[in-house]
DNA sequence: TTGTACGCGTTATCAC
DNA sequence: GTGATAACGCGTACAA
């Protein structure tokens, strides 16, 4: 920039003012810094102009695995949203790692991001709590934070096993299973509306059922199930593999939590339920960026539906 | 900083080599400047540390859409690399749109990331020449840019088709459609793979052939077809579900490109060619971390195999 | 072992 | 309209 003012015979600050399109600068001269500033490439560095105003307009998006198609589709949301009011967006994966977290939204506050988007990991988020207090907005989305309270956006995943369960009972099935994670948050969500359908419908559950396995549904003390709620992708695509696999010997009615690829595809084709992570995505990028605005109101909660899609795995009543 | 050192009775220099562990400093003072670190919970601002330093160590990722799995799993590979060097990632999505590819790489340059990851646009990429050459490195992933020399990393798309092509005559195909887009990198290569394997073979090719959708299989005017190479999960999709619609009555053996959610659940199952997504992102990364180290040779060209995945799909002899 | 003075590239304040 | 000068928060050279 000094390099510029010298070519164009002017002084640093009317450089500035060109650059930043501020009034008060003869055309005459504003051309004449152009064409040096053309001359000699010249292009503002960022870094030190935020360092001066103290602005980064930079968000901060952490997640599990950026990879992931649910978190994949937040962070397009959330893109949409950032890209719209000019942000530039920092990504980076923790595999899960609370550690890896820390590390990961403390660097990006070094760094001064105006905002954090995060899928958390499991364990304490109080770390976050002096870079909160020093004015960087943060928002927790899909899971909640722990020892904090924050603007988050979450999934009805509760809901969405209710109504997943309701179906399934509605089309004469008794006895249910839950295939999925032992930990995590989803996973929880999705065992409590299991059971509370399970409740609503006067249903007992052995205990059994709710730690289920691909490869127990084929053993002969499960083999009362008639069906089950898949709590992940990769769990739904396990039980269909081991279904196949088994052959006309063993059917089960399939619910499964999270669209797939060829899932109307199959025969019959997966009934899921699934929600819009873009949506997610979006809600918790425009919520940032509401703070950021300077409202003040008190943290905010956002649920989002989880829609039912029958597509025919579960579409039918029990044998027996 | 100005504050620690206050509050600890040094000068600023002192907290500096404090917070960057140099040597020279009583474990005496050390304690004090940390008790006043901890005080003011004072965390270094690295913008200003950047600036001073002109070292980033920021990398940016720009493709298309980061939630494309195939462009996902760049990004895991990238970020493995990239969290290993202790590079923080920016991230962004054209849409495959060139004029926003642009705006988004002079931006990160503005901030000066040491290095772009590119999954570039359609379109003329000479407007990063300044950009390299003031000093910022560039690599180009899954796709060669344009009007531009620089690292690039792609997937042996042509020979997957080839031997997705071969694998297909080999069960005794000889009339083959290509289902896919017409236009993009991919494409050209593929239409290149299969009319060179259908050349090789010494076979002929009609026209409509090459510009297939999954519906014009099901004319009567190429119902000679008997086997399809599908360009794209989206098509290898649509292709299954029209030909699933479409029942007994029309039998054609498949091989797509880029691998699915419920490959093996299918019946039969999908065969596919695909590539390792996560190790062209690595194969990135290393590269660009190698620039930044100061190699110097003359831009590499690292290519990725693709791999013929039998499934079922293609393992049979056409009817006629 | 510790401190002083200066510079990184920009914006902001005021004077001209 | 334009310009000199001080900041922003930190690292570096060199003196103490």
């Not at 790692?97 to 590390?103: A, D, G, I, K, L």
């Not at 948050?185 to 205990?207: I, W």
Request: aromatic fraction near 4%; proline fraction near 6%; hydrophobic fraction near 40%.
């Amino acid at each position: 920039m000094k390099d510029v003012a010298a070519r164009a015979g002017v002084a640093l600050k009317t450089v500035s003012r060109v650059v930043n399109g501020e009034p008060g600068v003869t055309p005459e001269t504003t051309s004449r810094v152009l064409g040096a500033i053309e001359d000699l490439g010249f292009r503002r560095n960022e870094s030190a102009r935020l360092l001066r105003t103290g602005q980064t307009a930079t968000l901060g998006f952490i997640a599990d695995d950026c990879a992931d198609p649910d978190l994949a589709g937040v962070w397009r949301g959330l893109e949409e949203v950032a890209s719209e009011h000019g942000f530039l967006l920092y990504a980076g994966s923790t595999g899960g790692e609370p550690s890896r977290e820390e590390q990961l939204a403390l660097s990006l506050c070094a760094r001064r991001v105006d905002g954090l988007i995060i899928v958390p990991a499991p364990g304490d988020h109080g770390y976050l709590v002096p870079e909160i207090e020093a004015g960087t907005a943060a928002v927790f989305v899909l899971r909640p934070p722990a020892s904090l309270n924050a603007d988050t956006v979450i999934a009805d995943e509760r809901g969405g096993a209710r109504a997943a369960m309701a179906h399934l009972i509605a089309h004469g099935h008794r006895r249910i299973g839950y295939v999925g994670d032992p930990a995590g948050h989803r996973s929880r969500e999705l065992t409590h509306g299991y059971a509370e359908a399970m409740a609503a419908a006067g249903l007992p559950v052995a205990e059994s059922w709710t730690s289920l396995t691909p490869q127990r549904l084929l053993e002969p003390a499960v083999t009362a199930v008639t069906a089950v709620l898949c709590g992940g992708r990769e769990h739904t695509v396990r039980v269909l593999r081991t279904l196949a696999r088994a052959g006309a010997a063993r059917r089960v009615a399939i619910v499964g939590f999270g669209d797939l690829d060829l899932a109307d595809v199959v025969s019959p084709g997966v009934t899921v339920v699934s929600y819009d992570a873009a949506q997610a995505g979006r809600a918790a990028g425009e919520l940032i960026v509401r703070r950021l605005a300077g409202e003040e109101d008190p943290p905010r909660r956002i649920e989002l539906p989880v829609r039912l899609v029958p597509r025919g795995s579960a579409e039918f009543a029990p044998e027996s």
